[in-house]
Every structure is written in structure tokens, then in C-alpha cells.
């Protein structure tokens, strides 16, 4: 049954949104706003899922290949055929809706938006939930697909401690992606109340709780959170996303009855003392502008909204001193938890390089000795540790590429710089042209095509895509006769 | 005592050279030609297979009181003691040599299947590594054992020129209370010391006392009170297990082994200690990573000559105390010769532990020193007059030790007085324990 599991999946997805943009229709119908970019949206998925699902097949087992189709493949067909309302309600150009719908969908958060008042609100309900179902996807691959590609280094962060293996992966996996989903969808709920709780309009809560949990970044209101001058409104999002950034897997342990795990994972501790430690430091760099009660919630804020790579704004941090702005910059490139829907590199990554650097220091003096690099109790696999160095490589590689080519498509440097990294990284905004409050839309078309490769491949662990640039993976698979024993 | 030994091997020649002149005692093996490792012992020997029921009984089994396997086949010892106690209500214990029979045992559940047909199980290379443990932790005791359930320490010390109560009579020298010195080894020849016994620099002294004295004593030989760095060549089961035990104490550990896959399961399993991937004789090694300044040098791999040159080697580096592991206990003499000051072989230890675990007489064996002298745990019998130590009249080349009585624990002096109930630890020399067994029988006839 090969090349039949591809299409299944893609399929499979693309049946899911035409439910989703039927719901939508009907939403839109019921607020009297215009329908027919919903229901556009939804012929066409509905015809090209209903088509694909019949040539593949569910129970054929997938070849590494085949996986990696799939995931491409999905990744950009159901951002294309969620972009048609962009551009039949909202009436942009392709370029624009397709990035503005990657950016939904990769959970980043960059806009092209201008004119957020003539914007309906069913489209601006459409834009959160895009984050949201893009979120549940990529923690569904994470957690579940890469781990058994072994992509990036991720086998080895979902493996829960050595024990018997008796248990077969693919009910274990099933249970980790479902309590996982289980996490997510009751912490939108929650916050989604807390939000209403703190003050909130009802509309904006729901829309906001869908892009905190899958640390999307989009706003209803053009001034996202600075809109609502609330600083109550301001700790939960916080709060909500120090979550968001977290793993889901072990925050799914932790509710399930082991809540020590939690504090003793290596990378979450990590995380929170990253984060506390830069929130700090951005506080006491704030303090010329703010009060100390403005300065501590504006620094934790921004630095758990960068860092987590959600991208809300609880003020206009592209006008804050540049002192101020190297913080937000550091923490562009460190990233969430590996179990998170956030992007970025990763905390854990950072953790693995940290220590097999220590470790080369240490040999240094030691030149016979034999030295693990350890995470927590586990050691980590020296194949893990290649698949880590491409990762951050290449990573870093296509955020410089990405740079010099915004830069010499006629944007300024700082500009070049933060949008590379915002879309990359999935973050959202970046500074100087691209910061809070504006938007990507003045920028060159092709760097907003550029900006849209770069949200897809920092969205699917960048060595994902660069296999497409491998030789190898175009050669086909030469058909032999099978010999039959 | 009726007592079964399953294999003739070293273990099994140790035990029944400790048991035959006071028990009856059978030794079963599957090749005849080991008979003649206890032709000169009081045994009965038989040809045969432990693990089978027939042979078994053959053996006496079925009135034997306590049934020992100590072949080098687990699996066999397991199925030994699994037949001795279908055929008999007999006291099984079984060696083992490998970490998963121990762990299996230890396991939960393990105790309603097969607990109840197994009443000891024996890992000797543990039994080992504790002991070594023990002796590292106490900066520059060469020996170390405990009594009366921790209360009561033993330690050996070699006295250096610049050490405390040399050059004068024992009876002027200010020992701390509650500690005496209850013997000295000078030249290859054990003594149990008066008041007139004058210690020398070079000779082995071994101290009695009070745990909670004996710290005082420690600090007298060694003011710093910790072994902070120890060196461990050999990185097999004894080599990991004592690294194990001291990674607790936060002391710095060096491992050097030889083979690379073990060395990536030590370095997993020990995460505080440094794992070297090199040969423990390899000299540039060992100056590369300052060996020399490590305060104990453990050598433990499975190569007595190996052993023996990173000791002599350690020695020479200035390493201030060396342990060393002995595989053949008939080493043991040669090694001293040559100067190794902690020679500990596995096999002795556990001959110990048996010894101990059958309770003989009411006696206990409780530690041998260097197989020169051996310490005794017994009770003065009831219904025995009370009299002063000094009149009681123990036997020659004998030494009361500590008295316990009740839970208290004290050291005694000549006029101290001894109480029937009272246990005594005594100190007497390998030749001597039946004479000190006879004088606790006469003591009780006598007071009949």
C-alpha cells in the first residue's frame, strides 16, 4: 500500500477545515457578515480532502518519506485553502492572504493587516482559531511524528525514563497526543475566563485564549494588549503563557497526579529561570520609562510573550530603549519548551548544546575521560547531539540568508534582522518597521514570500523542509519486483 | 550442626575449613578430582549434582540443618537451594555473582515465589565493596568493621613516626576513652597487648572501641576527616558499587577502566565521579590526571597482578593509603609480603557472612584480622558468678574487648566487673577461639 498514506492524511486534513469553515459560514450568516469567502473556502477543501482521502488509504503504513509528505504537504495545502477568506472578504492579494494565513496557521503572529476597523469580526475569530488548530497540528507532530522521524533531536525529548518497552508505540503515542490535546483545549478554556474574569470583552477573551495557548500572537484589537489598558488582563496573559511555552506532555503529567516531574525536568527549569531571569532585566531597563509596578508587568509580559514566541504587545516595545530591545532580541532566539507550540529553537536545545560545550572545556583537561552529556537523568545520544548542531546550523543559516536578502530587497537592517527571526522563529512582531503596531505589509513582495518560507520552515523544525534540497530526495524509489520467499 | 555445602571451590574449601572440626560437614561437587582440597579435613565428600534432587539426598540432606550453594553457577546455587528445600526443612543460602539474581531477589514479589526456599542470598563482590567503602571513609585505617549493631567499632591503623602513642608502655599512653588497643601486629606476628607493650613506628595496631569514641582516635591519626579524593582502578561490579557508596559523601572519584562500552555505563551511572578511559598500570595516565594526589587508591579489577602493580605503583606515587582486591585468597599472604597494606579478598568476606548467618554455638565469629586473630561475640552465662575482668581468669592470648549489656556498650578495664548476660567481645588468635569456647564451659559447669 505504498503512497497512499500521504494523500489520506493531507485529505484527512483538508475535510477537518471544510468542517471548521461550514461552522464559520454559519457564524458569519448568523452576524450577518459576509459569507462567501467561508463558503468558498469550504467547497474547496471539502472537494480536494474528499478527493485525496479516497486515493489513499488509512492503513497503509507510511514510509519515512511518506511521513514527511504528508507533513509538508498539509502544511502549506490547508494554509492555502484557509487563506481564501483573507482574500474574498477581506479583499487581499494572494501574496498577502497566504501569508497572512501561514502566519495563522504556523502559530506566528506576523500581520499584514493595516485597517483592523474594516475587518469583520468572524474573520477576526477565523484568524485566532487558525492559530489554535495550528497549535493542536504541530504539538500532534511534535509530540508524535518527529519523535519516531527522529528529527532535529526530537526522539529524544518526549522519551519518558527508561523502563520495559514492552507496550506497543502506537497506543502510547495515541494516549500521549490525546492527553496532550486534553491540556491544551482546558487551559483555552481557562483562559478564555480568565481573560473575561480580568475584564475582558467576551469576543476578544475567546479570541485571545485560542492564540495564547498555541502562542500564536494575534490580536482582534490593533493595538493588541495595549488596547485594553489592563493590567489585571496583562498577569493573566502572562500567566497564561509561562503555560503556553511550557511542554504539554509534562504539564499533562503533572496534572495527572506526578506534579514533582514538573519542577524536576530539566527544561522547564530551564525555561521558568531563563524567563524570570531576562523578565528581571528587562524590568530594571524599564525603569527609566515606567513606574516599578508598570516596569515588572511590562517586562514579564514582553519577555514570556517573546520568549514563547506568542507576540502580543503590552506596549509599543519598538519605541523602548535599545537597551531594552537587546533583551527582547536575546530571547527571540532561545525559544519555548520542545513541547510547546511555540517555535523558535527551543529551549531544550540550547540546554544540549550548553552541555556538550561544558564538556568539551572539561575534556580539555581531562583528555581520557568519558564523558556523557546528561539531561536530567538521561543521557543524551550522541546522534542526538549531531541532529541538535544541524538543527541550530541550519536554523542560524537561513535566519542570516534570510537577513542579507530582506536587507537587500530595501529594508533597514534592524528591520531585516527582527523579521527573519520573528517569522522563523514563529514570534510575530519584531522591531523598528516590522514592531507591535505595524504591520509587514510595506514590505517588498518577496520578502513577504521569503518571511512566509521562513514561518513554514521554523514551523516544521526547519531540517524537515531542507530535506526538499537534498538530492536524494527526489530520486524515486526504483520499483523492484518483489521476491516473494 | 549437619551442614550441606554445595561446591567444592575456593568458597566451599574457606567454609568447610572453618566448620569441620566443630560440625559435620558435607561437601558435594561434580568433578571428584576437587576431593583433594579436603583430604586433610574432617569432611565427607561427595560426587555429584547439586541441583539434583537424588544426588541430594545422597548427600544428607534431608537431616542437614543448614545447606550452603556456592558453586560459580548461579543459576545452579538458585537451583540448589530451590531442591534442598523441597526435600527438607533445611536453611538454604545461595551465592550469587551477578547484579540481576540479587536484584531479582530484592524484587517485590519475589518473596511469596521464591523468598521463602532461599533464606540468604549472598553477593560476595557487594559484601566486598561495603567493606572497602567502610575503610576509605576513615582517613588512613587500613581495616574497619562494626559490632553490636554499629555500636561497637574496629579499626586498623600502621603507626608512622610521627603518630600518637609510640615509644612508651601501652599503660602511660593517653588513649581516648573508651578506646583500647586490643592488638598489634609487628612483623608478621599478632599480639594482644598488656600494659607494657611498647608500639613502634611500622607495626599494625588494632583499636577497640565505642563508635561514638572512636572519632576521637581518628582525629588523632588524621586531623583532616574525610577522604576527598579516591582513586578506583577497575570499573567491574566491585569498582562501581564502592564508587556508589562514596558518591554520598561528596568525595571526588576517579574511575579508570579499561573497556570503552563499560565506560559509558559508568559515566550514566556515576554521575559526580570522573570516568577515565585507560589503563590503571599506564603511568602517564596517572601522573596526566594527578593520581598521586589522591588520599586512597582502590585497586579492584579482576586481575590479581594488575591489582598488585597499580598498588605498588600507587605506593610509589605516595598515594597515602591503598585497598586492594585479592581474587585468590592464597595471594593474600604474597601480597603482604610485599608490602600491600589493605588486601581484602571477596571470598573471605563472605566465608565471614556465612560463618555469622549459622549462628554456630551461640558463638559468633564476628571478624578475623588479617586471619591472624579473630574477634568473638559471646554471652557470659547465666547463672556464672560475677567477678572482676582481672579475676575471671580468660585464657592466654585472649582480650575482653567491650561488654554489652542491654544496649549500652562499654570498653572494660581490669577492674571492671562482669555480670552474667553480659556479651563479651573477645579478641583471641585463629588457634585459640576452642580454648576460649572450653573456659566459657567450665565457667558454667563450674557454677552448677
Redesign the interface.
Given at each position: 500500500m505504498r503512497g497512499r498514506f500521504a494523500p489520506y492524511v493531507i485529505g484527512t486534513g483538508l475535510l477537518a477545515l471544510s468542517g471548521v469553515m461550514l461552522l464559520f459560514t454559519f457564524y458569519a450568516a448568523v452576524v450577518r457578515q459576509p459569507m462567501t469567502g467561508f463558503l468558498l473556502s469550504a467547497a474547496l477543501s471539502a472537494l480536494f480532502g474528499a478527493v485525496l482521502r479516497m486515493l489513499g488509504s488509512s492503513n497503509a503504513e507510511p514510509t519515512r518519506r511518506e511521513a514527511l509528505i504528508a507533513v509538508l504537504v498539509s502544511w502549506l495545502a490547508v494554509p492555502a485553502v484557509g487563506a481564501v477568506p483573507y482574500a474574498v472578504t477581506a479583499g487581499f492579494g494572494p501574496v498577502n492572504a497566504f501569508f497572512e494565513s501561514m502566519s495563522g496557521f504556523t502559530t506566528t503572529g506576523a500581520t499584514v493587516l493595516t485597517d483592523f476597523a474594516a475587518f469583520p469580526s468572524s474573520l477576526f475569530l477565523w484568524r485566532a482559531l487558525s492559530q489554535w488548530v495550528g497549535g493542536i497540528g504541530i504539538l500532534v507532530i511534535f509530540i508524535a511524528v518527529f519523535p519516531q522521524l527522529a528529527i532535529a533531536g526530537r526522539q529524544l525529548f518526549f522519551a519518558e525514563a527508561p523502563g520495559p518497552t514492552e507496550e506497543r508505540l502506537t497506543p502510547r503515542l495515541r494516549h500521549t497526543a490525546t492527553a496532550v490535546v486534553t491540556v491544551y483545549t482546558g487551559l483555552t478554556v481557562l483562559c478564555a475566563a480568565a481573560y473575561a474574569i480580568a475584564g475582558m470583552p467576551v469576543f476578544d477573551s475567546v479570541a485571545h485564549a485560542f492564540t495564547t495557548l498555541a502562542a500564536g500572537g494575534f490580536s482582534p484589537n490593533a493595538q493588541s494588549f495595549q488596547g485594553y489598558a489592563n493590567p489585571a488582563v496583562d498577569w493573566v496573559a502572562t500567566v497564561f503563557m509561562l503555560f503556553a511555552g511550557a511542554n504539554f506532555a509534562l504539564l499533562y503529567r503533572g496534572v495527572a497526579g506526578r506534579p514533582r516531574e514538573i519542577l524536576r525536568d530539566p527544561e522547564f527549569r530551564a525555561y521558568v529561570s531563563i524567563a524570570v531571569v531576562a523578565s528581571l532585566a528587562l524590568t530594571v531597563l524599564l525603569l527609566g520609562v515606567y513606574g516599578l509596578g508598570d516596569a515588572l508587568r511590562h517586562g514579564f509580559f514582553q519577555v514570556f510573550s517573546i520568549m514563547t514566541t506568542t507576540g502580543y504587545a503590552s506596549a509599543d516595545f519598538a519605541q523602548w530603549p535599545q537597551r531594552a530591545q537587546a533583551v527582547l532580541v536575546v530571547v527571540m532566539f532561545i525559544g519555548g519548551s520542545a513541547g510547546s507550540a511555540g517555535g523558535g529553537i527551543k529551549v531544550v536545545r540550547w540546554l544540549i548544546i550548553a552541555r556538550n560545550t561544558a564538556r568539551e572545556v572539561r575534556r580539555a583537561l581531562?583528555?581520557?575521560?568519558?564523558?556523557?552529556v546528561?539531561l536530567g537523568n538521561r543521557?543524551v545520544p550522541e546522534d542526538v547531539l549531531r541532529s541538535v548542531a544541524a538543527f541550530i546550523t541550519l536554523y542560524v543559516g537561513l535566519f542570516a540568508t534570510s537577513t542579507v536578502i530582506l536587507v537587500m530587497l530595501g529594508a533597514d537592517f534592524v528591520t531585516a534582522f527582527t523579521a527573519s527571526i520573528a517569522c522563523l522563529g514563529n514570534i510575530g512582531p519584531g522591531l523598528a518597521r516590522v514592531g507591535p503596531m505595524v504591520d509587514f505589509g510595506h514590505l517588498h513582495v518577496a520578502s513577504r514570500l521569503l518571511l512566509t518560507f521562513d514561518m513554514y520552515a521554523g514551523r516544521l523544525e526547519v531540517v524537515t523542509v531542507f530535506v526538499l534540497f537534498t538530492r536524494g530526495w527526489w530520486r524515486l524509489p526504483r520499483r523492484r519486483p518483489h521476491a516473494r520467499p | 550442626m549437619n551442614v550441606v555445602i554445595v561446591g567444592g571451590g575456593e568458597i566451599g574449601a574457606l567454609i568447610a575449613g572453618s566448620l569441620h572440626r566443630t560440625h559435620n560437614v558435607t561437601v558435594m561437587d561434580m568433578e571428584g578430582e576437587r576431593e583433594a582440597a579436603f583430604e586433610s579435613m574432617d569432611v565427607q565428600f561427595v560426587r555429584g549434582n547439586g541441583a539434583d534432587p537424588s544426588d541430594l539426598r545422597v548427600a544428607g540432606v534431608d537431616h542437614a540443618d543448614a545447606f550452603i550453594a556456592c558453586t560459580t553457577n548461579d543459576d545452579v546455587n538458585v537451583l540448589a537451594c530451590l531442591a534442598a528445600k523441597g526435600l527438607a526443612d533445611v536453611e538454604t543460602m545461595a551465592f550469587v555473582t551477578r547484579q540481576r539474581y540479587v536484584d531479582a531477589f530484592a524484587a517485590a514479589g519475589a518473596f511469596e515465589t521464591i523468598g521463602l526456599a532461599i533464606d540468604r542470598v549472598l553477593w560476595p563482590q557487594r559484601t566486598l565493596a561495603h567493606q572497602i567503602a567502610d575503610i576509605v571513609r576513615v582517613p588512613r585505617a587500613l581495616a574497619t568493621a562494626g559490632f553490636a549493631g554499629g555500636r561497637l567499632t574496629m579499626l586498623e591503623y600502621r603507626l608512622e613516626p610521627h603518630d600518637p602513642f609510640l615509644d612508651r608502655p601501652l599503660g602511660q599512653a593517653e588513649l581516648p576513652s573508651g578506646v583500647l588497643v586490643a592488638g598489634a601486629i609487628r612483623a608478621d606476628t599478632f599480639t594482644i597487648p598488656s600494659g607494657t607493650t611498647t608500639l613502634q613506628a611500622g607495626d599494625k595496631v588494632v583499636f577497640m572501641g565505642r563508635a561514638d569514641h572512636m572519632h576521637a582516635l581518628e582525629r588523632r591519626f588524621a586531623p583532616r576527616r574525610r577522604s576527598h579524593n579516591v582513586a578506583v582502578v577497575g570499573g567491574g561490579n566491585v569498582g562501581f558499587m564502592v564508587a556508589e557508596q562514596l558518591a554520598g559523601d561528596r568525595a571526588n572519584i576517579t574511575i579508570i577502566e579499561q573497556n570503552e562500552a563499560r565506560c559509558e555505563k559508568l559515566a550514566q551511572w556515576l554521575p559526580h565521579a570522573l570516568v577515565l578511559k585507560g589503563d590503571g598500570t599506564d603511568l602517564e595516565l596517572l601522573q596526566q590526571e594527578r593520581i598521586e594526589d589522591a588520599d586512597v587508591m582502590v585497586a579492584v579489577t579482576d586481575d590479581d597482578g594488575k591489582n598488585l602493580l597499580v598498588s605498588l605503583l600507587s605506593k610509589q606515587l605516595g598515594i597515602p593509603k591503598v585497598i586492594t582486591r585479592v581474587g585468590r585468597s592464597r595471594n593474600r599472604r604474597l601480597f603482604e609480603r610485599v608490602g600491600i597494606d589493605a588486601p581484602l579478598t571477596p571470598r573471605a568476606a563472605a566465608v565471614q557472612e556465612v560463618l555469622n548467618w549459622l549462628h554456630v554455638d551461640e558463638v559468633d565469629h564476628l571478624a578475623s584480622i588479617e586471619d591472624r586473630a579473630e574477634v568473638m561475640e559471646l554471652s557470659y552465662p547465666a547463672g556464672c558468678r560475677e567477678g572482676k575482668v582481672r579475676d575471671i581468669g580468660a585464657p592466654r592470648d585472649s582480650l575482653i574487648g567491650a561488654i554489652q549489656r542491654d544496649k549500652t556498650v562499654f570498653v572494660p578495664h581490669g577492674d571492671t566487673i562482669v555480670r552474667p548476660g553480659d556479651h563479651l567481645f573477645i579478641v583471641t588468635t585463629p588457634d585459640n577461639t576452642g580454648a576460649v569456647e572450653r573456659w566459657l564451659e567450665a565457667r558454667r559447669a563450674a557454677s552448677d
Open positions: 581531562h583528555p581520557r575521560a568519558v564523558l556523557p546528561r543521557v | -
